[in-house]
């Protein structure tokens, strides 16, 4: 009958399934340009793009903690990447003070009940010299204190980071460690690089976010030099333009 188990004496017992890599995403990029060829090459199951997506295994982003996107009706995404260093300035993230997030977090969770999302994406760094609202450790603070005034209850869902350092780990091992402490839930460390791309600084960096934090994405694949301000050192990379692997890819 169905479900019924038969053993038959006299074979080896058979292995267990593997898992699909799909249904292990731990390890994934953050893709300024998007070449699915990268994720095997690097390791990677599951990548975004800072804009809605479709394909499988790309995490769809609302940048500005708003859905549905400007112009677009999709459905609501299992998963959805809410808000990108809310407290840096614009091009590097879009700011949101932590009153407006938890504001936004709730209409997003009132609009999308079945979607888990995973908020924040705040920088490790202090952005108040450059206009921005401060460190990331004060903004998930505060954060959390303003969703429970609004909810009247924890915040439940998963928080994201992000942290760079020039060449030394320690600097964002430190960071990431504070931030990490201001939660008890998951966190996921959804961009994150050795900016000199010193190959040993990268993999004690790696090492410590596998971890401590759910999902890892790792900055970045490849991305474009066009001026537009963002963009990093092309030592940050870990694939060169031809597709091979950069020593800390």
Request: aromatic letters at 10%.
């Amino acid at each position: 009958f169905p479900g019924q188990q038969l053993r038959i004496p006299g074979l080896p017992r058979a292995a267990p399934p593997r898992l699909p890599a799909l249904q292990q995403p731990r390890l994934g990029l953050a893709m300024s340009v998007a070449i699915s060829a990268d994720l095997p090459a690097l390791g990677a199951v599951w990548y975004y793009v800072w804009d809605y997506c479709r394909p499988p295994g790309c995490v769809p982003m609302a940048r500005d903690l708003q859905w549905p996107p400007p112009g677009r009706h999709p459905p609501c995404p299992r998963l959805l990447l809410a808000g990108n260093e809310p407290n840096a300035v614009e091009p590097f993230g879009a700011p949101l003070t932590p009153g407006q997030a938890a504001s936004r977090t709730r209409a997003l969770e009132a609009a999308c009940p079945q979607t888990t999302l995973i908020v924040g994406g705040v920088s490790a760094d202090d952005w108040s010299g450059a206009g921005g609202w401060g460190s990331g450790v004060n903004w998930l603070r505060a954060f959390l204190a303003e969703y429970r005034a609004q909810a009247g209850q924890p915040f439940a869902q998963i928080l994201a980071v992000h942290c760079y350092t020039q060449n030394d780990a320690g600097y964002c091992i430190g960071k990431l460690a504070e931030m990490r402490r201001q939660y008890t839930g998951p966190m996921w460390l959804t961009e994150f690089g050795v900016i000199s791309g010193d190959p040993a600084q990268f993999a004690a960096l790696l090492d410590y976010a596998c971890r401590k934090f759910q999902r890892v994405a790792a900055y970045t694949n490849r991305q474009p030099h066009t001026g537009q301000g963002w963009e990093l050192p092309p030592g940050v990379e870990l694939v060169a333009a031809d597709g091979r692997l950069n020593p800390a890819g």
